[in-house]
């Protein structure tokens, strides 16, 4: 699965648009973007997925450069309770085995939503 | 209420004691996982399970043993545990269909103490 570099921390003001970014430059074709965030020790929290195309859900929008080497997650009007560890995973489709569900989390990035 | 359950969510427990770490998820899952979160080494993967009487080990299953006798159940097992193996403990599950590799829903952590 390829690399992913975010940065380690971000501020954002309570009601703006929290835009977390992600280079994941040696991604292949057939590799998905994957955003999970981490509440204080509480158990990872699937947000979005995409594989090309921009997605949004009720929780935040994808978006992902037609090259497909970065991406940003958007939370357009942040909270307090979003205040939490952003991980950007990528990971390739399950082919036969089952090594390749497996999440790989990185560092993360540190989003503190500001009141 | 679709989830994952944990139990217990907090154990202290002495070297050499044996233990097991319940999890139970109700969304009929085929995949199973349990991670393990330590400061500054993110979380890692310990054991899969790729459904019923199937598992495999993930990146760290030294000290650990798990069963998968039921879909719904997970448990992870530590025979003779360790102060190294002090940490925040994660079940996972998902979904598998086909080639595609769905979001992983977690639990609310175990938390470990060996002394």
């Known amino acids: 699965d390829a690399k992913t570099t975010q940065p380690p921390s971000m501020d954002c003001a309570e009601g703006r648009a929290a835009n977390l970014p992600c280079n994941h430059s040696t991604i292949s074709g057939n590799e998905y973007v994957y955003w999970y965030r981490q509440i204080h020790s509480q158990g990872p929290q699937y947000i979005i997925h995409g594989l090309k195309n921009n997605e949004t859900n009720e929780m935040a929008s994808l978006i992902i450069t037609e090259d497909r080497k970065s991406s940003t997650l958007i939370l357009p009007h942040a909270t307090l309770r979003d205040t939490a560890v952003y991980y950007c995973?990528?990971?390739?489709?399950?082919?036969?085995?089952?090594?390749?569900?497996?999440?790989?989390f990185g560092t993360g990035t540190l989003l503190a939503v500001q009141p | 209420e679709a989830q994952v359950t944990q139990n217990p969510r907090y154990l202290i427990t002495v070297t050499g004691k044996k233990l097991t770490v319940t999890c139970s998820q109700n969304m009929n899952h085929e995949y199973m996982s349990w991670y393990r979160q330590d400061p500054g080494l993110g979380l890692r993967q310990i054991y899969y399970?790729?459904?019923?009487?199937?598992?495999d080990k993930g990146d760290v299953p030294e000290g650990y043993k798990v069963s998968r006798k039921e879909k719904r159940n997970f448990p992870l097992i530590l025979e003779s545990p360790s102060p190294n193996q002090t940490s925040l403990y994660f079940c996972?599950?998902?979904?598998?269909?086909?080639?595609?590799?769905?979001?992983?829903?977690f639990g609310p952590g175990t938390r470990l103490t060996v002394t």
């Open positions: 996972a599950s998902s979904l598998l269909a086909g080639s595609f590799a769905y979001e992983q829903y």
């Open positions: 399970s790729m459904n019923v009487e199937v598992t």
């Open positions: 995973i990528v990971r390739a489709l399950r082919q036969g085995g089952g090594a390749t569900n497996k999440l790989i």
